[in-house]
């Protein structure tokens, strides 16, 4: 799940006004009621989405399907919150591969993966720093968006996911998977727990481009690339194609036409050529279906170049290596501990495993509220405990606002493009719009209130942006004042490339970039 389909569901707003319907309500507010339920076991999980008279939906991350519902594009009776099971998460070396929990967030993929640099990249592609910290795998594979980032990568890298539900487990490949845009095979009470990765051959390179408006935003057209290498032949190759079909497109012709030949950049131009006339694209606001089958050519020479040199690289060292050697920073992350439950490894395409081999252990707080019930719940906010009552629909940054009176927090789009109200949950920088009050209890929430010293200075960031001219309305200053302190935590010395990609969910509407940029690098040790 992912702001990369925000867009869509703006598309879709101004369609659904245009042909009568009501227009957006204020984002600002969940108003649509709803149960909320936080299960204590995948069976449970499964068991709440199988219940025919309820409509439920899974919430995982939340940045899709939470702005799907401001809007008015889905209004489902339930939330099923999966995101405390703590078997979801994680990812587990098998003997033919990896795999990867459900609700491991993009941000730990993107630092984790050895062996898989088709989907590194995908994920370090995938939104803004907020949503890549918050999304999920599942749930960007979910939403079936033919735009999607990391499904492309998993589709060239021939991916399977793994489905329980009432009946037991299942799997199947990524790319069987996906039906239509925002469709997928998924049945009545499934729950997509695990995708699974092969283990690459030696000589396996991969490769995921993408061209979009700005960054953090859509793809126009985006290109995976998995090629096996022998010498100076390719034994098997795997393309596939995003946001330039009604799903992601696999090329198969112009794999054919790959396998077995000697590699050259004109044979890659023409096996792009062959896939552009596999492709599908239509014209919309990004683009038009012109220039993206146009792109389509490019993409996949450039997605080749770089598969190939990888692969000629990765007999001796890279991908070789085994995917499940991850970074220090993943090892302490949460999503790399995986759970008792994960090591049992992956059906084959097509088998279940009967429920009672995939019960999953008991979430630390099982929470189940009907419409209109408040829960009492706590949340330590700068340090200081807040015990409130919120119901179901309270958005955290109207509790951070309204009931605390925590007006550092701004207000912006109310969709998790703005990057506005951020602030640090468990030292995460989260989107307090897109998030639940509910699901926040019992954590600890940092506002920008929260940087001032005992004494009430300022923090040393602070005093650079206003050395350094740093804002101008300063509507956006809290939002980037909570991902720079994160930033600077993780990276002490982070060159200018790594302050903009870190801050590319932060938008300034007064433009003032350059002179935040300069306040960053003037906190940089060293």
Same mark, same amino acid.
């Given at each position: ?316 060292? %890279? &991908?070789? =290596? +085994? #995917?499940? !050697? /991850? *970074? @220090? $920073? %993943? &090892?302490? =992350? +949460? #999503?790399? !501990? /995986? *759970? @008792? $439950? %994960? &090591?049992? =490894? +992956? ?7 009967? &429920? ?171």
């Amino acid at each position: 799940m992912s702001n990369h389909e925000h867009e869509q569901a703006h598309e879709r707003t101004h369609q659904h006004a245009h042909d009568g319907g009501h227009a957006m309500t204020n984002s600002h507010l969940m108003v649509h009621p709803f149960e909320y339920h936080q299960p204590a076991t995948i069976g449970e999980a499964v068991a709440l989405l199988a219940e025919d008279d309820v409509e439920s939906a899974v919430l995982a991350g939340g940045s899709f399907l939470l702005v799907q519902m401001k809007m008015e594009q889905t209004a489902p009776d339930r939330l099923v919150n999966v995101a405390a099971l703590p078997e979801l998460s994680g990812l587990e070396e098998t003997e033919d591969g990896l795999d990867v929990g459900a609700m491991t967030t993009i941000w730990d993929l993107r630092n984790a993966l050895g062996g898989y640099t088709a989907l590194a990249e995908a994920c370090a592609a995938f939104g803004s720093t907020q949503i890549q910290l918050t999304g999920t795998i599942g749930g960007n594979v979910c939403n079936g968006s033919p735009a999607s980032d990391t499904v492309p990568a998993l589709v060239a890298l021939g991916a399977d996911v793994a489905l329980t539900g009432p009946d037991g487990e299942r799997a199947m490949p990524v790319e069987q998977f996906l039906v239509g845009p925002g469709e997928t095979a998924s049945e009545d009470g499934e729950l997509l727990t695990r995708v699974h990765l092969p283990k690459p051959e030696p000589g396996t390179g991969s490769s995921f481009v993408k061209i979009s408006r700005v960054r953090a935003d859509l793809a126009k057209a985006s290109a995976a690339a998995m090629v096996v290498r022998d010498g100076d032949r390719i034994v098997d190759c795997r393309l596939a194609f995003g946001a330039v079909g009604p799903t992601v497109i696999r090329a198969t012709g112009a794999e054919e036409m790959l396998i077995g030949e000697r590699f050259s950049a004109e044979l890659a131009l023409a096996a792009g050529e062959v896939a552009s006339e596999q492709v599908s694209p239509i014209d919309d606001v990004r683009s038009s279906a012109r220039y993206r089958r146009r792109v389509v050519k490019a993409l996949c020479h450039d997605a080749l170049e770089a598969a190939w040199e990888r692969a000629g690289e990765e007999r001796s060292t %890279a &991908e070789v =290596s +085994s #995917a499940a !050697e /991850v *970074s @220090s $920073a %993943a &090892e302490v =992350s +949460s #999503a790399a !501990e /995986v *759970s @008792s $439950a %994960a &090591e049992v =490894s +992956s059906p084959g395409a097509g088998e279940r495993r009967s &429920e009672g081999e995939v019960e999953s252990g008991i979430s630390p707080n099982p929470l189940h509220l009907l419409v209109g019930e408040k829960h009492a719940v706590t949340l330590t906010v700068n340090g200081v405990e807040h015990e409130l009552l919120v119901g179901p629909n309270e958005l955290l940054i109207n509790v951070l606002r309204e009931r605390l009176e925590l007006t550092g927090t701004k207000y912006g789009c109310g969709i998790g493009e703005c990057g506005a109200c951020t602030v640090h949950l468990d030292g995460v920088p989260t989107l307090s719009c897109l998030t639940l009050a509910v699901a926040a209890d019992g954590r600890e929430v940092t506002t920008v209130e929260g940087l001032e010293g005992p004494d009430g200075e300022l923090d040393p960031l602070q005093e650079a942006f206003i050395e350094n001219a740093a804002f101008q309305c300063g509507y956006c200053t809290p939002g980037m004042l909570m991902m720079t302190k994160r930033l600077l935590a993780e990276n002490p010395a982070p060159e200018e490339d790594d302050i903009r990609d870190f801050l590319k969910g932060n938008r300034c509407r007064c433009t003032g970039f350059a002179a935040i940029v300069r306040a960053v690098e003037s906190c940089v040790e060293g």
